[in-house]
């Protein structure tokens, strides 16, 4: 065999090592930093406040993703209007090593969640979702799309077959649009709302994670900030308070 035969033999495995050495060091580089942030943010705030707190965490992924499974994940803090609450009985997240700033939510088991309504009036409702999943894409820093969707979401008080929540920022960063869906929600066959929030700028400092939620929507409010609701589905509802909490 002459060296140029050698050559093509080895050389794509030599190749296929070193990206795959590369490969390695970069996730347990990232995975090193991942679980230094999570250590830092328990039970302190990630944004200002919003405090996360959970029991337990593992760190895993390896080579492509980043994953975080928690136990009885945490989350409390001031909304909008009062405060706000959730638990989940087990929590995970999953990103990606490279790519765009995008990341997978996944929550199961016993959730609990307490929020507080324009009215200053405070609700809370425990509940078994059959499945509960949201995403969110960040860009230059700021949530640019957050989606959930929970399947089957089951409760003492009510029963909903689908819950679905989206929230985009327009391309051009002067609106904000949010669309609320629920299927098979007690006696009514659907409610849907969609909103369009104007002077979308006025909340940058929330989506990148600077500006307190009630600031940024006294800001929001004080630079002519309105929702305008379109598309309402709700048959016996107030379809303005809806989205109301979290403006």
């Known amino acids: 065999m002459n060296y140029s035969s050698r050559f093509w033999l080895y050389a794509p495995i030599s190749l296929f090592l070193m990206l795959a050495a590369a490969t390695a060091v970069h996730w347990w580089h990232a995975a090193d930093a991942f679980e230094k942030k999570l250590a830092a943010l328990k039970g302190h705030a990630a944004i200002p406040g919003v405090v996360l707190d959970w029991d337990k965490v593992a760190v895993g992924g390896f080579p492509f993703r980043l994953d975080a499974d928690f136990s009885s994940f945490r989350v409390t ?87 679905q929540f989206h929230m985009r920022r327009d391309p051009n ?21 969609y909103a369009t929030l104007n002077r979308a700028g006025a ?33 016996g509802l107030a379809a303005d308070t809806l989205l109301s909490p979290l403006y």
Not at 111 to 126: F, I, K, L, M, P
Request: avoid cysteine.
């Open 77 to 163: 803090g001031a909304g909008a209007h009062g405060p706000f609450f959730w638990q989940s009985e087990k929590f995970a997240v999953h990103a990606l090593t490279y790519g765009r700033s995008q990341a997978v939510y996944e929550a199961a088991g016993q959730q609990q969640v307490r929020w507080t309504d324009a009215s200053g009036n405070e609700h809370a409702a425990a509940f078994l979702p059959a499945s509960m999943r949201a995403s969110s894409v960040l860009d230059a820093g700021r949530l640019r799309r957050f989606d959930l969707d929970i399947l089957d979401l089951g409760a003492k008080t009510f029963i909903i077959g689908r819950l």
């Open 173 to 193: 960063g002067t609106d904000f649009d949010l669309m609320l869906r629920a299927e098979a929600i007690g006696a009514r066959r659907q409610v849907q709302v």
């Open 203 to 235: 909340l940058a400092g929330l989506l990148r994670g600077d500006a307190s939620w009630p600031k940024a929507d006294a800001d929001w409010r004080m630079q002519g900030g309105t929702a305008k609701l379109s598309q309402v589905v709700a048959p």
